[in-house]
Nanobody, 118 residues
């Protein structure tokens, strides 16, 4: 079965760092664009970062540009989000998304909680 499993979330102080991982299985990872979204109760889901299927093109929300880095390892079927200089407003559930480059198919993970607080 298709699975996207996030890990690496937790509680961190402002200015700290976390690295999130999303392990994929059950589909051809190398043919999917990978994205990180974040969800805050009462707010619209936000696209934080995306990376092309081969890992050559990335994009970021303005709010995280310069602080977050998305990367992928197709041999390990895993996408990462390195988060530095974290701010309280980064607090959210971070969700991994896979979107096919060939067909109208998307998959979603269960999310991992990131809390930035002193």
């Amino acid at each position: 079965q298709v699975q996207l499993v996030e890990s690496g979330g937790g509680l961190v102080q402002p200015g700290g760092s976390l690295r999130l991982s999303c392990a994929a299985s059950g589909f051809t990872f190398s043919t999917y664009r990978m994205n990180w979204y974040r969800q805050v109760p009462g707010q619209e889901r936000e696209l934080v970062a995306g990376i092309s299927s081969a890992g050559s093109i990335t994009n970021y929300a303005d709010s995280v540009k310069g602080r977050f880095t998305i990367s992928r390892d197709n041999a390990k079927s895993t996408v990462y989000l390195q988060m530095n200089s974290l701010k309280p407003e980064d607090t959210a559930v971070y969700v991994c998304n896979a979107r096919s480059v060939r067909v109208a198919t998307s998959y979603w993970g269960q999310g991992t909680q990131v809390t930035v607080s002193s």
